[in-house]
């Protein structure tokens, strides 16, 4: 499993709509201008990385705001608290792999402005059970509007709670080639809320591209889902206050586990 590479798409997805949440609005009061906004993903085997930086206008093209340096910040698991480094710019980091580990609960604290800042998430449990009915997609060579629903393929796996997942379907080609032209506009790589489902059903619409794709099946919790509805519903002509669980601040400090698989999409001989 190549966690650092899904690892890197997620901060990619997760900026996207965050963007929102760093932009100043006019309609609202000093307080809310003035918060930090928290980035970070916590995932076992990785490093801790919190990224803290401030709002920006809603004109600043930007995906960040300035970096906010100079913070002390530390991360607990209830029975450990370790101090946090920048190791960059507004970045704040701890090198210990076993820090974060499944089943625990971290709470992450520094004081920005006088007033601290807080946020706290559990680890979800890994994904159990994730399949694919094979390996390989095949795209049908004209696209029918009339099977437009068929079930080609499926992704399944274990939920009997209706817990929270989240697919990544992650384009590996250097030069993806589009699958049709009117579809060119979408990006190759693309993820899916599956809405406490145990199954994603695949049909000839589901992939804007051919290639070699990573489908990551990703157990998260509440405030990443509530994060990802709130991008699909907001835009810059009608924002609204982002979805957060950082206290005295915006963003997001959340945790997950994944299980990776392999498909090919192609076109059906």
């Known amino acids: 499993?190549?966690?650092?590479?899904?690892?890197?798409y997620i901060i990619i997805l997760a900026s996207g709509f965050l963007m929102l949440a760093s932009c100043k609005k006019n309609s609202v009061g000093l307080d809310y201008i003035n918060k930090p906004v928290?980035?970070?993903f916590l995932v076992p085997g990785q490093?801790?990385?919190?990224?803290?930086?401030?709002?920006?206008?809603?004109?600043?093209?930007?995906?960040y705001g300035a970096a906010l340096t100079g913070l002390n910040l530390s991360v607990s698991d209830g029975s450990k608290s370790v101090q946090l480094t920048e190791s960059a710019s507004g970045v704040y980091t701890n090198a210990d792999l076993a820090f974060i580990t499944s089943g625990k609960s971290y709470t992450l604290q520094f004081t920005y402005d006088n007033v601290v800042v807080s946020a706290s998430t559990t680890m979800p449990g890994k994904p159990?059970?994730?399949?694919?009915?094979?390996?390989?997609?095949y795209v049908p060579v004209t696209i029918d509007p009339a099977y437009a629903t068929k079930v080609l393929a499926t992704a399944t796996w274990t939920n009997p709670d209706s817990l929270n997942y989240v697919l990544l379907f992650k384009n590996?080609?250097?030069?993806?080639?589009?699958?049709?032209?009117?579809?060119?506009?979408?990006?190759?790589s693309f993820q899916v809320n599956t809405e406490g489902a145990a199954i994603y059903n695949m049909t000839q619409s589901s992939f804007n591209y051919y290639g070699h794709?990573?489908?990551?099946?990703?157990?998260?919790?509440?405030?990443?889902?509530?994060?990802?509805?709130?991008?699909?519903?907001?835009?810059?002509q009608n924002l609204t206050n982002p979805p957060t669980n950082v206290n005295n601040g915006?963003?997001?400090f959340t945790a997950m586990q994944s299980d990776t698989l392999a498909l090919r999409v192609t076109l059906k001989q």
Not at 132 to 137: E, I, W
Not at 214 to 236: A, M, P
């Open 128 to 137: 159990v059970g994730f399949k694919l009915t094979d390996s390989v997609f």
């Open 1 to 8: 499993m190549e966690i650092k590479t899904y690892f890197r």
């Open 213 to 236: 794709y990573q489908v990551i099946l990703l157990r998260v919790n509440d405030e990443y889902i509530n994060l990802l509805k709130s991008n699909s519903r907001g835009s810059s």
């Open 172 to 188: 590996t080609d250097s030069d993806p080639f589009n699958i049709i032209t009117v579809r060119s506009n979408n990006k190759p």
């Open 38 to 40: 928290v980035e970070a």
């Open 250 to 252: 915006l963003g997001i």
């Open 47 to 63: 490093p801790l990385s919190v990224k803290v930086y401030t709002q920006k206008d809603l004109a600043d093209t930007a995906v």
